[in-house]
């Protein structure tokens, strides 16, 4: 099943496949993102949305079959800090993190493994935080000490330090209260009207139909449903899908 748009498109994904032996963790997906939209993905647990991430991205892995192109150039085939050199950067389920460093020393080795030149980086990292409000008196506080919310605005802090023009957030509202999840709405769309273009996979529906242009639906490596978020969650197909889904 495919998504298209006739606006200009960022990333284009044709017909991924990924199997693992006998399963077939992802199924002839194809999707295309507008540029500077914010493009929901849901599904129930084990659907294959991470996997999906994992086959654009090329961490760990990419896709067994098909096709991902991204501001025109084919990148299935490059190696993932290639990928987000380029400009497409994720982060992932589990907040990623140097208990010992501290928040700006963790902000300041993503941009070295993303390519940042080093001139002004302290500067253009300080920077960034403030645009995410993260608090100034916390900044050299090391990692462990730091809150779950603090935590996810180091986690896209350091997945936007690069500037990218894509940025793929893999649940970032898992763990946060409903007032920090309301917060991360907002912050979000703060990112997102800087002309970043967001791809967001989310448990917290009320969080994906707040934000999302378009929403697609996973269900055992599948498109299932796929468009406006209002209507796409009010197919049977989708309900189904919920309240049959299978765990990790």
Request: with cysteine; charged share 25%.
């Amino acid at each position: 099943m495919t998504i298209e748009t006739e606006l200009e498109q960022i990333l284009d994904i044709r017909g991924v496949n990924k199997a693992f032996g006998g399963l077939q963790a992802v199924r002839d997906v194809s999707l295309t993102v507008q540029r500077g939209e914010i493009f929901g993905i849901a599904g129930p647990n084990g659907s294959g949305k991470s996997t999906l991430f994992n086959l654009i991205t090329g961490i760990p892995y990419g896709p067994t079959s098909g096709e991902v192109h991204f501001l025109g150039n084919r990148i299935d085939r490059w190696p993932a800090h290639r990928i987000a050199r380029a400009g497409l950067c994720r982060t992932f389920q589990k907040d990623a993190e140097f208990p010992e460093l501290s928040a700006r020393e963790t902000v300041l080795i993503s941009a070295v493994y993303c390519g940042v030149e080093q001139r002004q980086l302290r500067e253009r990292s300080d920077k960034l935080l403030d645009d995410l409000k993260f608090a100034a008196e916390r900044r050299d506080m090391k990692t462990s000490e730091l809150s779950v919310y603090e935590k996810k605005q180091l986690m896209i802090a350091s997945a936007l330090i690069s500037k990218p023009h894509v940025l793929m957030l893999d649940e970032p509202a898992s763990g946060l209260t409903k007032p920090e999840i309301k917060a991360l709405d907002e912050l979000l769309l703060s990112i997102n009207r800087t002309g970043v273009t967001i791809l967001l996979i989310e448990h917290v529906l009320s969080l994906l139909l707040s934000l999302s242009q378009r929403l697609l639906v996973l269900n055992h490596g599948a498109i299932i449903a796929a468009g406006d978020p209002q209507d796409v969650v009010k197919q049977d197909v989708v309900i189904e899908a919920y309240l049959g889904g299978r765990s990790n």
